[in-house]
């Protein structure tokens, strides 16, 4: 018996005001993944992220997560199991502390988190608890990042979306925030989908990569065809330096 594939997406298009953002899309991707998702700014890779997790709903095709209708899943249970961490981080007014007690509000009734738990996630995102009682007005754009991230482990979650998590970052701390989802990754054994500018970042760390163009997908396999693209499009844009 064949195991099924943690989301399959079948022939999936989004449309807005007439304009296609995605195109036709078929994808697979299985537990344990830590799929790069990448192509040039406007090919739509934002917009298929946000699909995943029912923030954006297709026009046509389907979706399945585990075997199911993705949109047959409440929608509160299925982004606490498929976590998502923006681009630019959205911290609510007040402390760290503050921001990561939010994931307060998925629980019925609500629950307390001890100081230990709140503790534990922020050692998991190399943050020390001394930031906790901190303004997140005073904090750093690095460090909002790994708030937020930390404010989504807290939900234990089986899969991580990521949008460009380090884009605005300077180069040596994007490269600490990748090596840090990837050994969450591998700690927590978590399936990663990840949209992301800059390749050669995510080369040495991504099992799967699937290049977004023009709404569609052009090509998709193991991390292996950055160094050897199978089609014309992806070579002439690795070769322009496009992400």
Not at 85 to 106: A, C, E, S, Y
Not at 235 to 243: D, V
């Amino acid at each position: 018996m064949n195991k099924e594939p943690l989301f399959r997406l079948t022939s999936v298009s989004k449309s807005i005001g007439g304009k296609t953002l995605l195109d036709n899309i078929s994808l697979q991707i299985e537990a344990g993944d830590f799929l790069s998702i990448l192509g040039p700014s406007g090919a739509g890779k934002s917009t298929l992220l946000r699909l995943f997790n029912g923030l954006d709903s297709p026009t046509a095709g389907t979706i399945e997560y585990q075997g199911k209708p993705l949109f047959s899943y409440p929608m509160t249970g299925l982004r606490k199991r498929v976590g998502m961490v923006f681009q630019n981080p959205v911290m609510v007014r007040g402390t760290v502390r503050d921001n990561l007690l939010l994931t307060q509000r998925w629980e019925q009734p609500s629950t307390n988190l001890a100081e230990e738990t709140l503790v534990s996630v922020l050692a998991q995102v190399d943050l020390s608890p001394a930031i906790l009682d901190q303004d997140t007005k005073t904090i750093s754009g690095g460090e909002k990042q790994r708030v937020a991230l930390a404010r989504v482990l807290l939900n234990k979650p089986e899969v991580l979306l990521l949008d460009e998590p380090t884009a605005n970052l300077d180069p040596q701390l994007a490269r600490r925030i990748v090596r840090l989802i990837h050994q969450l990754f591998k700690q927590l054994k978590l399936t990663i989908i990840m949209v992301s500018h800059d390749y050669s970042l995510l080369s040495k760390y991504t099992t799967r990569i699937a290049f977004l163009i023009g709404g569609r997908i052009v090509e998709e396999g193991a991390a292996d065809i950055l160094e050897q693209p199978s089609t014309e499009t992806v070579k002439t844009f690795l070769a322009k330096g496009a992400i």
